[in-house]
């Protein structure tokens, strides 16, 4: 599976939500910045050729919908990230993190808590 680019994302994003819609709903539903109804329907094209949607012809529109969970792509996308970036270490990350104070004291508490849970 292919990194998506962040405009691929962003489409991905709203079709995981919606879990089946057509472009306009797709637009309607982007967080942030608003693209153009032209590039966003040429960028889930590209998504229906990558394999991460398929479409179902509707009338005179495409309906689309995931292949792909989001789950599966945040997994696959992590691993290759830690791999990439953090010698396959997660504890590297979170080390990273932490001295970016991107991450604080009660965050990693809770993160904790949450490995103390998943053992029990």
Request: net charge negative; aromatic share 12%; proline share 2%.
């Amino acid at each position: 599976m292919e990194k998506l680019t962040a405009q691929e994302e962003q489409a991905m994003q709203a079709i995981w939500n919606l879990k089946a819609c057509f472009v306009k709903e797709i637009l309607d539903n982007i967080k942030g910045d608003k693209m153009p109804y032209t590039t966003l329907a040429s960028t889930v094209k590209n998504l229906e050729k990558k394999g991460f949607v398929k479409s179902v012809k509707y009338a005179n529109a495409n309906r689309y919908e995931p292949l792909i969970s989001e789950e599966d792509y945040k997994e696959t996308f992590m691993h290759s990230f830690v791999g990439d970036y953090f010698k396959n270490s997660y504890k590297e990350m979170v080390t990273f993190f932490v001295k970016e104070e991107k991450l604080s004291a009660s965050e990693l508490e809770e993160i904790m808590q949450m490995i103390k849970e998943n053992k029990s």
